[in-house]
C-alpha cells in the first residue's frame, strides 16, 4: 500500500490541503472497543500544538490495553492515583512515566468505570520535523518517533497531558480521509509478565512502514 509520505520542500503546501480536510475524532470514535480503536488509528494524524510549533504524525504502531482483566493492562492492579484517568471518559489522554525517563501516551477507549486504552507506539513524522529532530537531538527521520519514548520527546508528550481531552486543541487524532492502511497483528512488546495475555496480537502495525518501533 502507497504511504502518505511527502516530500520535505512539498511539506507545507500538501500539509496545509490536507489539514484543510481533516476532522478531529469525536469522544464517540474512542467509546468503540479497544481493539477497534486500536486498527483505526493507524493511518490517522495524532496532533500536538505547542507554543514552539505543532508535531504532526501518522500514527504507524499501537498496542491495545483492554480491562482489568488484561494482565499486561496497568489497572489489572486496581484502580491506583495512577490509573484514575484509565477509569474516566473515553476520549483522554493517559500519560505515565516509565524506566525513570520515559513518557508513554494512551488514549483512553471505551466506557466510564472500564478501564482500557491504546498505547501510540509510533508515528510517522510528517509536520514539525525540525522541531523534533532539535527535541530528540536527532536528524534520522526514523529516529524521530519509532517506539512510545521518542514519540513522546519528539511530540513534548509529558505528565502535564495526562488526563487532557483529545477533543481540545493542544492534543488529538485527526481523520484526514485516508483509507485505513493494511496492517499486521502481533503480541504487545515487553509483557513477559503478563502470562497468558503476552501472546495475545493486540500489537497493530502499519504493514511496510519503515517507522514502527520494530517488527
Not at 505528565?159 to 486543541?169: E, V
Amino acid at each position: 500500500m502507497e504511504h502518505c509520505h511527502f516530500p520535505i520542500a512539498d511539506n507545507a503546501k500538501a500539509n496545509e490541503s490536507a489539514e484543510s480536510a481533516a476532522v478531529k475524532l469525536s469522544r464517540s470514535f474512542y467509546q468503540q472497543t479497544t481493539i477497534d480503536v486500536a486498527k483505526q488509528l493507524l493511518g490517522k494524524y495524532l496532533v500536538r500544538r505547542h507554543n514552539d510549533g505543532p508535531a504532526i504524525g501518522r500514527i504507524v504502531e499501537t498496542e491495545a490495553y483492554i480491562g482489568p482483566q488484561d494482565l499486561a493492562c496497568h489497572a489489572s492492579k486496581g484502580r491506583t492515583a495512577r490509573t484514575e484517568v484509565m477509569f474516566g471518559p473515553a476520549g483522554r489522554a493517559y500519560v505515565y512515566f516509565i524506566y525513570g525517563f520515559y513518557h508513554m501516551l494512551n488514549l483512553v477507549t471505551e466506557a466510564k468505570d472500564y478501564p482500557a486504552a491504546v498505547l501510540i507506539r509510533a508515528v510517522e513524522p510528517v509536520d514539525g520535523i525540525e522541531l523534533m529532530k532539535e527535541r530528540r537531538k536527532s536528524t534520522l527521520l526514523r529516529n524521530l518517533a519509532s517506539g512510545p519514548g521518542k514519540l513522546c520527546q519528539a511530540f513534548a508528550v509529558d505528565r502535564s497531558l495526562n488526563g487532557a481531552s483529545l477533543n481540545g486543541d493542544i492534543l488529538y487524532v485527526e481523520d484526514r480521509g485516508e483509507t485505513t492502511p493494511k496492517f499486521v497483528a502481533t503480541p504487545r512488546i515487553g509483557v513477559d509478565y503478563a502470562g497468558k495475555w503476552k501472546t495475545k496480537p493486540y500489537r497493530f502495525l502499519v504493514r511496510g512502514s519503515e517507522f514502527v518501533s520494530m517488527l
